[in-house]
């Protein structure tokens, strides 16, 4: 059927400036008026705004970056809250699980960027111990910043199959958009996930593990899954979209498939949660 092409248009405006103002109320609700204010910061030049964020204490943002965006996805649109599923109570309960039998839950944020997920976790699961890897020194800087006086560990390092090293590859998509590309003399040092978990000490359990790392997760799920056996949760934001041709979600969706995970949609999250 034939229609013109300005009514769709326009509705799609209508829609994006709806969705952009529902936003930015629940940003007030959620986070406050003080990260709200953040938009004040920028236009006066300033680089980074501090503020306190309900529920959490001071953050940091950078005005000029995606980290606002970032915290609106964590706690806004709650994209990792197990909780807005029935799934959620198999995770609870497994938390439960490990923390009666003396064993420290680990959540491992691959990806951790600013901190935001980092600090979701560290809220919902305060008996656990979150590892935050981060590639990029100066998100790693923010992240450490964002999380200090909380059971977080941040690892400057970049995550994948196997040990070795990388280099950062930023295309000038923002700060939540730097890739890593293997390099055999790499400026930056690939760390796994049994590594990560073995550096908690004895009693350490994994628990959730959390995946956001454009692109890379190719490599990532390439070998050495035996991580994945142990996991209540794995949370995956694929970048097909980002990497057109490359099959960057072809190993994990296989790994998945195999194994018994339930898979949930959480906004460009994918979340297995391991059935019971």
Not at 90 to 100: H, K, N, Q, S
Not at 103 to 119: E, F, H, K, M, Q
Not at 250 to 264: H, I, N, P, V
Request: charge should be negative.
């Amino acid at each position: 059927m034939l229609r013109t092409t300005g009514v769709p248009r326009r509705s799609g405006i209508l829609r994006g400036s709806l969705n952009e103002m529902a936003l930015r109320v629940a940003e007030w609700q959620e986070l406050g008026p003080g990260f709200f204010a953040r938009r004040w910061s920028g236009i006066r030049g300033r680089e980074r705004h501090r503020c306190t964020v309900r529920g959490l204490g001071e953050v940091t943002v950078r005005t000029a970056s995606s980290d606002a965006a970032v915290f609106r996805q964590v706690f806004c649109e709650r994209q990792y809250d197990l909780d807005l599923h029935s799934q959620g109570a198999w995770v609870a309960r497994r938390y439960g699980e490990l923390l009666d039998a003396g064993r420290t839950p680990i959540i491992v944020d691959l990806g951790a960027n600013n901190g935001a997920s980092a600090l979701w976790f560290a809220t919902c699961y305060a008996e656990a111990t979150v590892v935050a890897v981060e590639p990029d020194p100066e998100s790693a800087a923010i992240c450490r910043e964002n999380t200090a006086g909380r059971s977080v560990l941040v690892v400057e390092a970049a995550i994948g199959s196997e040990p070795g090293s990388v280099d950062l590859v930023d295309e000038g998509n923002g700060s939540w958009a730097v890739q890593t590309r293997r390099a055999v003399d790499g400026g930056v040092a690939v760390v796994t996930v049994p590594e990560l978990v073995a550096r908690c000490g004895e009693g350490a359990e994994l628990f959730i593990v959390k995946v956001d790392i454009e692109g890379f997760e190719s490599d990532l799920f390439a070998a050495n899954l035996e991580w994945l056996d142990q996991a209540a949760a794995v949370m995956i934001e694929p970048h097909d979209w980002l990497l057109p041709g490359s099959g960057t979600s072809t190993d994990f969706q296989k790994a998945m498939a195999e194994r018994g995970f339930d898979l949930l949609i959480s906004g460009e999250n994918l979340l297995y949660v391991r059935r019971v």
